[in-house]
């Protein structure tokens, strides 16, 4: 089943994660699956935007660190910064949805049970269209529990109203119905 999307809301792809010593379980291939999204969004004309977290000192996504720093962002694409879990939390996200007419959106990235599902349940609440393909998100082992598990545990605790396409490949993209 394919998911057409007018925006790719990208959460947390910093270097502290994807990289080195405190990297999540696969990120290469969840790096891989990200950048075919963006390369298919930014081909369409899709509204990309980037969350980046500004973390506490100390961690791996701590302000002005190397591991802060975006991995996959273009010039010209938005980027924002968040504090908190939610990425409409205190941004803007959801006024530059609002002002290109978004309707359908696409969430990936970073940490599956944090991040991405607290923005996933606010664009939800909102009322939007959400797609959260299973190979585009992920998170850390938790204690015993595997990531992968944890990844679809998350998914499922989202409720049955987000689309959740096997495969990022499952996703196409369209321009938003406005222009900035």
């Known amino acids: 089943m ?18 080195g010593p405190a990297a999540i379980p ?10 075919g ?7 369409a004309g899709a509204l990309i935007v980037h969350l980046q977290n500004d973390g506490p000192e100390g961690e791996p996504d701590e302000p002005g660190t ?28 959801g006024s530059l949805l609002e002002e290109r007419g978004v309707e359908r959106l696409t969430i990936c990235g970073l940490l599956s ?18 797609a959260l393909p299973h ?8 204690d015993d529990i595997p990531a992968a598990v944890v990844a679809r545990v998350a998914e499922h605790a989202l409720g049955d109203e987000i689309d959740l396409p096997r495969s990022g490949a499952d ?10």
Request: aromatic fraction near 8%.
């Open 26 to 35: 696969g990120a290469g291939a969840l790096a891989a699956t990200v950048t």
């Open 171 to 180: 996703v196409r993209f369209t321009a938003p119905p406005k222009e900035l």
């Open 113 to 130: 049970e944090m991040c991405v599902s607290a923005t996933a349940r606010t664009a939800l609440r909102d009322d939007y269209e959400v």
């Open 2 to 19: 394919t998911f057409t999307s007018e925006a790719l809301v990208v959460i947390d792809m910093q270097q502290g994660f994807l990289r």
């Open 66 to 93: 190397p591991g802060w720093e975006l991995v996959l962002a273009e010039p010209g694409e938005h980027v924002l910064r968040k504090t908190g879990d939610d990425g409409f939390e205190d941004t803007i996200l």
């Open 37 to 43: 999204l963006l390369t298919r969004a930014r081909r």
């Open 135 to 142: 190979d585009a998100h992920g998170t850390y082992d938790l």
